[in-house]
Protein backbone atom coordinates (compact mmCIF):
# COMPACT_ATOMS: atom_id res chain seq x y z
CA UNK A 1 0.00 0.00 0.00
CA UNK A 2 1.40 3.60 -0.84
CA UNK A 3 0.55 6.55 -1.25
CA UNK A 4 0.42 8.45 -4.81
CA UNK A 5 -0.33 11.51 -6.56
CA UNK A 6 -0.64 11.72 -10.64
CA UNK A 7 0.29 15.08 -11.98
CA UNK A 8 -1.26 15.27 -15.55
CA UNK A 9 -1.89 17.29 -18.69
CA UNK A 10 -5.18 17.96 -19.00
CA UNK A 11 -5.51 16.52 -22.80
CA UNK A 12 -7.36 13.73 -24.06
CA UNK A 13 -4.12 11.58 -24.38
CA UNK A 14 -3.00 12.50 -20.63
CA UNK A 15 -6.34 12.40 -18.85
CA UNK A 16 -6.85 8.77 -20.64
CA UNK A 17 -3.75 7.52 -19.24
CA UNK A 18 -4.07 8.90 -16.05
CA UNK A 19 -7.26 7.20 -15.40
CA UNK A 20 -5.85 4.15 -16.14
CA UNK A 21 -2.98 4.39 -14.06
CA UNK A 22 -4.86 5.82 -11.29
CA UNK A 23 -7.41 2.39 -11.95
CA UNK A 24 -4.57 0.04 -11.65
CA UNK A 25 -3.36 1.42 -8.57
CA UNK A 26 -6.53 1.49 -6.86
CA UNK A 27 -7.06 -2.30 -7.11
CA UNK A 28 -3.75 -2.65 -5.50
CA UNK A 29 -4.98 -0.89 -2.47
CA UNK A 30 -2.47 2.09 -3.27
CA UNK A 31 -3.94 5.36 -1.34
CA UNK A 32 -4.17 8.56 -3.69
CA UNK A 33 -2.83 11.01 -1.63
CA UNK A 34 -2.03 15.16 -2.72
CA UNK A 35 -0.95 16.60 0.67
CA UNK A 36 1.86 13.90 1.20
CA UNK A 37 2.51 10.92 -1.96
CA UNK A 38 5.39 8.99 -1.52
CA UNK A 39 5.71 8.56 -5.28
CA UNK A 40 4.51 11.37 -7.67
CA UNK A 41 3.49 10.96 -11.47
CA UNK A 42 3.73 13.28 -13.89
CA UNK A 43 1.81 12.66 -17.23
CA UNK A 44 2.93 15.46 -19.82
CA UNK A 45 6.53 16.51 -20.72
CA UNK A 46 9.48 17.79 -18.76
CA UNK A 47 7.56 20.92 -18.11
CA UNK A 48 4.79 18.49 -16.06
CA UNK A 49 7.23 17.23 -14.15
CA UNK A 50 9.25 20.54 -13.61
CA UNK A 51 5.54 21.96 -12.36
CA UNK A 52 5.21 18.56 -9.92
CA UNK A 53 8.71 19.41 -8.71
CA UNK A 54 7.89 23.10 -7.28
CA UNK A 55 4.50 21.70 -6.31
CA UNK A 56 6.56 19.85 -3.57
CA UNK A 57 9.39 21.37 -2.92
CA UNK A 58 9.27 20.98 0.70
CA UNK A 59 8.35 17.44 0.57
CA UNK A 60 11.62 16.03 -1.73
CA UNK A 61 13.03 13.57 0.45
CA UNK A 62 10.51 12.17 0.68
CA UNK A 63 9.06 11.29 -2.96
CA UNK A 64 10.45 9.82 -5.67
CA UNK A 65 9.25 11.03 -9.32
CA UNK A 66 8.07 8.81 -12.20
CA UNK A 67 7.38 10.24 -15.18
CA UNK A 68 5.48 9.60 -18.06
CA UNK A 69 5.48 11.72 -21.27
CA UNK A 70 3.21 11.90 -23.89
CA UNK A 71 5.21 13.90 -26.77
CA UNK A 72 9.13 13.25 -27.60
CA UNK A 73 11.35 11.29 -24.69
CA UNK A 74 12.33 13.87 -22.01
CA UNK A 75 14.85 14.13 -19.60
CA UNK A 76 13.05 13.43 -16.26
CA UNK A 77 10.37 11.21 -18.35
CA UNK A 78 10.90 7.26 -19.13
CA UNK A 79 7.92 5.93 -20.54
CA UNK A 80 5.72 6.44 -23.49
CA UNK A 81 1.98 6.72 -23.60
CA UNK A 82 1.81 3.27 -25.06
CA UNK A 83 4.01 1.74 -22.39
CA UNK A 84 1.61 2.27 -19.53
CA UNK A 85 0.93 -1.23 -19.14
CA UNK A 86 4.64 -1.73 -18.82
CA UNK A 87 4.65 0.98 -16.27
CA UNK A 88 2.14 -0.47 -14.28
CA UNK A 89 3.67 -3.36 -13.88
CA UNK A 90 6.88 -2.06 -13.29
CA UNK A 91 5.89 0.38 -10.68
CA UNK A 92 3.95 -2.44 -8.95
CA UNK A 93 6.43 -5.35 -8.78
CA UNK A 94 9.92 -3.46 -9.63
CA UNK A 95 12.54 -1.98 -7.46
CA UNK A 96 13.63 0.99 -8.89
CA UNK A 97 17.16 2.82 -9.12
CA UNK A 98 17.08 6.15 -7.44
CA UNK A 99 18.62 8.75 -9.56
CA UNK A 100 19.01 12.07 -6.84
CA UNK A 101 19.19 15.36 -9.16
CA UNK A 102 20.66 18.31 -7.04
CA UNK A 103 18.66 21.39 -7.40
CA UNK A 104 20.23 25.15 -7.53
CA UNK A 105 19.86 27.47 -4.75
CA UNK A 106 19.73 30.93 -5.46
CA UNK A 107 19.77 33.54 -3.13
CA UNK A 108 18.52 37.17 -4.08
CA UNK A 109 20.15 39.74 -2.06
CA UNK A 110 19.23 43.58 -1.12
CA UNK A 111 21.10 45.01 1.90
CA UNK A 112 20.00 42.50 4.59
CA UNK A 113 17.12 40.99 3.12
CA UNK A 114 17.58 37.53 1.54
CA UNK A 115 15.18 35.53 -0.72
CA UNK A 116 16.25 31.76 -1.07
CA UNK A 117 14.69 29.93 -4.24
CA UNK A 118 15.45 26.68 -6.28
CA UNK A 119 15.70 25.37 -9.72
CA UNK A 120 16.12 22.07 -11.42
CA UNK A 121 16.98 23.21 -15.01
CA UNK A 122 18.48 26.40 -14.63
CA UNK A 123 18.66 29.84 -12.95
CA UNK A 124 18.94 32.93 -15.47
CA UNK A 125 19.44 36.61 -14.95
CA UNK A 126 17.49 38.68 -17.77
CA UNK A 127 16.92 42.30 -19.38
CA UNK A 128 15.58 42.61 -22.20
CA UNK A 129 14.90 46.69 -21.51
CA UNK A 130 18.12 47.34 -21.26
CA UNK A 131 21.63 46.56 -21.16
CA UNK A 132 22.29 44.64 -18.05
CA UNK A 133 26.00 44.99 -16.74
CA UNK A 134 26.80 41.61 -14.01
CA UNK A 135 30.04 41.96 -12.05
CA UNK A 136 30.57 38.05 -12.06
CA UNK A 137 32.46 36.54 -8.64
CA UNK A 138 33.24 32.62 -8.72
CA UNK A 139 34.24 31.60 -5.09
CA UNK A 140 34.75 35.37 -4.46
CA UNK A 141 37.34 35.84 -7.24
CA UNK A 142 36.69 38.29 -9.51
CA UNK A 143 35.91 37.28 -12.87
CA UNK A 144 34.64 39.80 -14.94
CA UNK A 145 31.99 42.51 -15.72
CA UNK A 146 29.43 41.01 -18.62
CA UNK A 147 27.83 43.67 -20.60
CA UNK A 148 24.46 42.43 -22.23
CA UNK A 149 21.05 40.79 -21.66
CA UNK A 150 21.87 38.02 -18.91
CA UNK A 151 23.56 35.42 -17.79
CA UNK A 152 22.19 32.05 -17.46
CA UNK A 153 23.34 29.15 -14.97
CA UNK A 154 22.51 25.33 -14.98
CA UNK A 155 23.74 22.01 -13.96
CA UNK A 156 23.88 18.49 -15.86
CA UNK A 157 20.31 18.13 -15.79
CA UNK A 158 19.32 21.70 -16.85
CA UNK A 159 21.93 21.73 -19.31
CA UNK A 160 19.96 20.33 -22.22
CA UNK A 161 17.20 23.20 -21.74
CA UNK A 162 17.31 26.85 -22.26
CA UNK A 163 21.25 26.46 -21.77
CA UNK A 164 20.94 24.42 -25.34
CA UNK A 165 19.53 27.55 -27.25
CA UNK A 166 22.09 29.52 -26.39
CA UNK A 167 25.32 27.68 -27.04
CA UNK A 168 25.98 26.14 -23.91
CA UNK A 169 27.26 23.16 -23.77
CA UNK A 170 25.51 20.05 -23.58
CA UNK A 171 26.84 18.26 -20.21
CA UNK A 172 26.13 14.19 -20.78
CA UNK A 173 25.08 12.29 -17.88
CA UNK A 174 27.42 11.63 -14.60
CA UNK A 175 29.42 15.01 -15.29
CA UNK A 176 28.93 17.44 -12.25
CA UNK A 177 29.37 21.10 -12.18
CA UNK A 178 28.02 24.19 -12.85
CA UNK A 179 27.60 25.93 -16.20
CA UNK A 180 27.48 29.75 -16.88
CA UNK A 181 26.03 30.52 -20.52
CA UNK A 182 26.01 34.22 -21.72
CA UNK A 183 22.41 35.56 -23.40
CA UNK A 184 23.41 38.00 -26.13
CA UNK A 185 26.99 39.14 -24.48
CA UNK A 186 28.16 42.14 -25.71
CA UNK A 187 31.56 42.24 -26.90
CA UNK A 188 33.32 44.77 -29.23
CA UNK A 189 36.83 46.94 -27.91
CA UNK A 190 34.97 48.75 -24.69
CA UNK A 191 33.47 45.32 -23.90
CA UNK A 192 34.54 42.12 -23.56
CA UNK A 193 33.49 38.75 -21.39
CA UNK A 194 35.24 35.23 -21.68
CA UNK A 195 32.23 34.58 -24.13
CA UNK A 196 32.77 31.13 -24.17
CA UNK A 197 30.16 29.04 -21.89
CA UNK A 198 32.52 28.46 -18.54
CA UNK A 199 31.75 24.95 -16.41
CA UNK A 200 33.05 25.68 -12.87
CA UNK A 201 33.18 22.77 -10.43
CA UNK A 202 30.07 21.67 -8.59
CA UNK A 203 30.89 23.24 -4.97
CA UNK A 204 31.52 26.96 -6.63
CA UNK A 205 29.61 30.01 -5.43
CA UNK A 206 28.56 32.27 -8.12
CA UNK A 207 28.07 35.41 -7.14
CA UNK A 208 26.16 38.10 -9.49
CA UNK A 209 26.55 41.74 -8.18
CA UNK A 210 25.72 45.30 -10.04
CA UNK A 211 24.35 48.78 -8.33
CA UNK A 212 20.89 47.90 -9.82
CA UNK A 213 19.32 44.85 -11.39
CA UNK A 214 16.64 47.41 -12.36
CA UNK A 215 14.19 45.59 -15.09
CA UNK A 216 16.12 42.58 -15.28
CA UNK A 217 14.31 39.30 -14.02
CA UNK A 218 15.14 36.26 -12.43
CA UNK A 219 13.77 33.37 -14.13
CA UNK A 220 14.20 30.06 -12.64
CA UNK A 221 12.54 26.91 -14.12
CA UNK A 222 9.24 28.40 -15.73
CA UNK A 223 9.02 30.93 -12.66
CA UNK A 224 10.02 34.50 -12.41
CA UNK A 225 10.79 37.60 -10.13
CA UNK A 226 11.62 41.01 -10.72
CA UNK A 227 14.83 41.66 -9.58
CA UNK A 228 14.53 44.96 -9.10
CA UNK A 229 16.03 46.47 -5.81
CA UNK A 230 18.39 43.93 -6.31
CA UNK A 231 22.21 44.18 -6.07
CA UNK A 232 23.41 40.53 -5.92
CA UNK A 233 22.32 36.95 -6.49
CA UNK A 234 24.28 33.70 -5.44
CA UNK A 235 24.14 30.65 -7.20
CA UNK A 236 25.16 27.25 -5.96
CA UNK A 237 23.95 23.91 -6.26
CA UNK A 238 22.28 22.91 -2.94
CA UNK A 239 21.54 19.57 -1.05
CA UNK A 240 17.47 19.85 -2.03
CA UNK A 241 17.72 16.71 -4.78
CA UNK A 242 14.92 15.48 -6.68
CA UNK A 243 14.51 11.66 -6.52
CA UNK A 244 13.50 9.94 -10.04
CA UNK A 245 13.00 6.54 -9.68
CA UNK A 246 14.12 4.85 -12.62
CA UNK A 247 12.90 1.33 -13.40
CA UNK A 248 15.03 0.45 -15.94
CA UNK A 249 17.70 2.47 -17.99
CA UNK A 250 17.14 4.77 -20.72
CA UNK A 251 20.56 5.32 -22.74
CA UNK A 252 21.38 8.96 -22.72
CA UNK A 253 22.12 9.47 -26.01
CA UNK A 254 18.54 8.38 -27.16
CA UNK A 255 17.00 11.59 -25.00
CA UNK A 256 19.71 13.37 -26.86
CA UNK A 257 18.54 11.97 -29.98
CA UNK A 258 15.12 13.16 -29.40
CA UNK A 259 16.01 16.41 -28.92
CA UNK A 260 16.70 17.51 -32.98
P1 LIG B 1 7.97 24.21 -21.32
O1 LIG B 1 7.61 23.42 -20.12
O2 LIG B 1 6.99 24.36 -22.40
O3 LIG B 1 9.33 23.64 -21.90
C1 LIG B 1 9.94 24.19 -23.04
C2 LIG B 1 10.78 23.13 -23.69
O4 LIG B 1 11.94 22.85 -22.91
C3 LIG B 1 10.04 21.81 -23.86
O5 LIG B 1 10.29 21.34 -25.15
C4 LIG B 1 10.66 20.92 -22.79
O6 LIG B 1 10.61 19.55 -23.11
C5 LIG B 1 12.08 21.43 -22.79
N1 LIG B 1 12.81 21.11 -21.57
C6 LIG B 1 12.51 21.42 -20.29
N2 LIG B 1 13.44 20.93 -19.46
C7 LIG B 1 14.34 20.27 -20.24
C8 LIG B 1 15.55 19.58 -19.97
N3 LIG B 1 16.02 19.45 -18.74
N4 LIG B 1 16.24 19.09 -21.02
C9 LIG B 1 15.78 19.24 -22.28
N5 LIG B 1 14.66 19.88 -22.61
C10 LIG B 1 13.96 20.41 -21.59
O7 LIG B 1 8.43 25.69 -20.93
P2 LIG B 1 8.31 26.56 -19.62
O8 LIG B 1 7.29 26.01 -18.71
O9 LIG B 1 8.24 27.97 -20.04
O10 LIG B 1 9.77 26.43 -18.93
C11 LIG B 1 10.28 25.23 -18.43
C12 LIG B 1 11.67 25.01 -18.98
O11 LIG B 1 11.65 25.11 -20.38
C13 LIG B 1 12.70 26.03 -18.50
O12 LIG B 1 13.37 25.58 -17.36
C14 LIG B 1 13.64 26.16 -19.69
O13 LIG B 1 14.83 25.41 -19.55
C15 LIG B 1 12.89 25.59 -20.85
N6 LIG B 1 12.71 26.65 -21.83
C16 LIG B 1 13.55 26.66 -22.89
C17 LIG B 1 13.48 27.68 -23.81
C18 LIG B 1 14.44 27.66 -24.95
O14 LIG B 1 15.14 26.66 -25.11
N7 LIG B 1 14.54 28.75 -25.71
C19 LIG B 1 12.56 28.70 -23.66
C20 LIG B 1 11.71 28.68 -22.57
C21 LIG B 1 11.80 27.64 -21.65
Redesign the pocket.
Known amino acids: MKRFYISAKTDEISKGLNNKLKDALFNNDWIEDEKSPEIVFTIG????F?HAVHKYLNQLSKINFVGIHT??L???TDYEAEEIDQLIQDVLFKQPKIEAIRMLKIETKNGKLKKGLY????ARIENIIKTQTIHVYINDEYLEMFRGNGLCVSAQ??S??????INGAVMSMGIEGLQITEISGIHHRASRSLGSPLIVSSNSNIVFKNDTFSNAVLCY??KHTSLDEMTEITIKLSNKKVKIARFRPTSYIRRLQS?F
Not at 45 to 48: A, K, Q, R, S
Open positions: GDGTLGTGFYALNEAGTAYNRSDYL
